[in-house]
């Protein structure tokens, strides 16, 4: 599979450091790299809400750890992001549950509507559709997560709402 390299303006502001230095200041000074989590949520939100490697590698720089420990991190979370996403991210729960209530058969209508695949955002950079692991909803599935907010009860009917409210300017995403 080739990666594509996504060029990304790094943009440390002074109040980003000093929000970085906030987070590392809760824990021992021999124990930094516990601010780790914290820290790439505040630094992916100051940068269209994703993490280029020479912003991962910017991250360990302020840490003081080695790159890779970054790298790591980013890679196993799904909550952080390796290239720019749409702005609308669709991130559908794939657990037991949620498929047992025809989950797959919403995200493959989804991505049909949209014209995508999961995983890659709509030509206009506005919708992105994505599995991910529980969301500890169960009761509610099918379900996914937009932005902070759980959609429950899926239908296509639902979805086809979302869509256009989306589009409409009526789904208002936090700005962390």
């Known amino acids: 599979m080739e990666r594509t390299h996504h060029k990304q303006e790094i943009n440390i ?3 980003l450091i000093n929000r970085i230095n906030e987070l590392i200041s809760y824990y021992p000074e021999d124990k930094r790299k516990s601010a780790l989590l914290p820290v790439l949520h505040e630094v992916q939100d100051a940068h269209d809400n994703w993490l280029s490697i ?3 590698d910017k991250v360990a720089e302020i840490i003081q750890i080695k790159p890779i420990e970054v790298y790591e991190v980013v890679s196993f979370y799904t909550m952080y992001n390796q290239r720019p996403i749409g702005k609308y991210m669709f ?4 657990t037991s549950p949620c498929c047992l209530n025809g989950v797959e058969d919403l995200m493959d209508y989804t ?3 949209l014209g995508i695949k999961v995983g890659e955002p709509t030509a206009d950079g506005l919708f992105e ?3 991910v692991e529980c969301l500890g909803a169960c009761g509610y599935a099918p379900m996914m997560q937009l932005g902070d907010f759980y959609k429950e009860h899926l239908t296509k009917e639902k ?4 869509i256009e409210d ?3 300017g009526k789904i208002v995403l936090l700005d962390k």
């Open 111 to 113: 991505c049909e509507k």
């Open 13 to 15: 502001t002074e109040t």
């Open 54 to 56: 020479e912003l991962m």
């Open 129 to 131: 559709v994505r599995g």
């Open 91 to 94: 991130e559908f729960c794939q």
């Open 166 to 168: 989306c589009k409409d």
């Open 159 to 162: 979805v086809d709402q979302l």
